[in-house]
């Protein structure tokens, strides 16, 4: 925390939290940009919490591996292609640059296209490792939420969807450069980025515990990630300043996650219930070998071990 100087009306303003002096740092002619090391390091954390508790599952790490590099291509474009869908106006209309629909490093990734076409890419990717979805997206359900926390960072050095000015002794100081053209005096906005990323920690210790509580599989603990963030964006989300389309009154962003919670919780309640399924249910690149229950028959002449002989792990 930082003492900050009284902004005009006299309110006073007795701690914020700084801004980045930078968010770009140059090593020789190429950029090294803060935002693209937080969303990094994010998918390494999420890459290694998903290892152990893969393994735990009985499955091979580098299963892991191999289905990351499908899924995380596929997300970054997801992520990318949902932003300029959802706000096109930001590049394609009179005086604006096309071109920039392609900077990521700028910001600007939809968390719900991110996941949509990085389900596609895993989907992919566990056909052809032979391991079924629904086990996998159980497995990554944790560390995916730790991955989002870890890279909201990111917009904090972009100083970027901060939310309404406030005086709060955490309010986020920004620079004159990136307020907002209707509050250009106004020097501190809730950190909405935080509260985000505070909330993903939360949601990741709840699908721990739950996951050791009711044993969920079938994709049911996904389920609840999804279910339990999209709670949490509803409030963040109504925080934010920056420029969003709106239906009704409430930002699009907000309509989708009431849209996708309800989508989540009708899968919790509706979706086969019992302890986490098999991690190994189909041949690499083939057809489903499962029996009426669903369940892997055999596999190479030998029955395919199932969570209900293994522990599950966060």
């Known amino acids: 925390m930082a003492p900050?100087?009284?902004?005009?009306?006299?309110?006073?303003?007795?701690?914020?939290?700084?801004?980045?002096?930078?968010?770009?740092?140059?090593?020789?002619?190429i950029p090294i940009r803060a935002y693209a090391l937080c969303i990094i390091a994010g998918i390494i954390v999420a890459v290694l919490v998903t290892q152990k508790r893969w393994a735990a599952r009985g499955g091979r790490t580098d299963d892991v591996l191999d289905?990351?590099?499908?899924?995380?291509?596929?997300?970054?474009?997801?992520?990318?292609?949902?932003?300029v869908i959802t706000d096109p106006e930001l590049y394609f209309t009179a005086e604006k640059q096309p071109i920039k629909a392609l900077y990521i490093w700028d910001g600007g990734l939809g968390i719900?296209?991110?996941?949509?076409?990085?389900?596609?890419?895993?989907?992919?990717?566990?056909?052809?490792?032979?391991?079924?979805?629904?086990?996998?997206?159980?497995?990554?359900?944790?560390?995916?939420?730790?991955?989002?926390a870890i890279g909201r960072f990111g917009n904090y050095f972009n100083q970027e969807l901060y939310g309404a000015p406030t005086t709060l002794p955490w309010a986020l100081r920004i620079d004159p450069a990136h307020r907002p053209a209707d509050t250009p005096d106004i020097a501190t906005?809730?950190?909405?980025?935080?509260?985000?990323?505070?909330?993903?920690?939360?949601?990741?210790?709840?699908l721990i515990w739950a996951e050791k509580r009711f044993r969920l599989g079938y994709g049911r603990l996904f389920a609840l990630y999804v279910a339990a963030y999209t709670l949490g964006r509803v409030w963040v989300e109504a925080?934010?300043?920056?420029h969003a389309n709106r239906i009704l009154g409430l930002?699009?962003?907000?309509?989708?996650?009431?849209?996708?919670?309800?989508?989540?919780?009708?899968?919790?309640?509706?979706?086969?219930?019992?302890?986490?399924?098999s991690v190994t249910s189909v041949q690499p690149t083939g057809d489903d070998p499962t029996d009426g229950e669903g369940e892997p028959s055999t596999n190479g002449g030998e029955t395919t071990a199932s969570d209900h002989e293994r522990p599950v792990t966060g």
């Open 67 to 83: 289905i990351s590099l499908w899924a995380v291509p596929f997300g970054i474009v997801g992520g990318r292609l949902y932003h």
């Open 4 to 29: 900050a100087p009284d902004p005009p009306g006299g309110t006073m303003i007795l701690a914020s939290i700084p801004s980045p002096a930078r968010g770009v740092w140059h090593l020789g002619p």
């Open 239 to 242: 925080l934010r300043v920056d």
């Open 189 to 206: 906005y809730h950190p909405t980025f935080l509260y985000e990323s505070l909330w993903c920690v939360g949601v990741f210790l709840l």
């Open 251 to 277: 930002r699009l962003n907000i309509w989708t996650s009431i849209l996708i919670f309800a989508a989540a919780v009708a899968y919790l309640l509706l979706a086969r219930r019992g302890q986490p399924d």
């Open 112 to 148: 719900w296209g991110a996941v949509a076409l990085g389900a596609l890419g895993a989907w992919i990717g566990c056909r052809r490792a032979g391991v079924k979805l629904s086990a996998f997206a159980d497995a990554v359900a944790p560390g995916l939420v730790l991955a989002q």
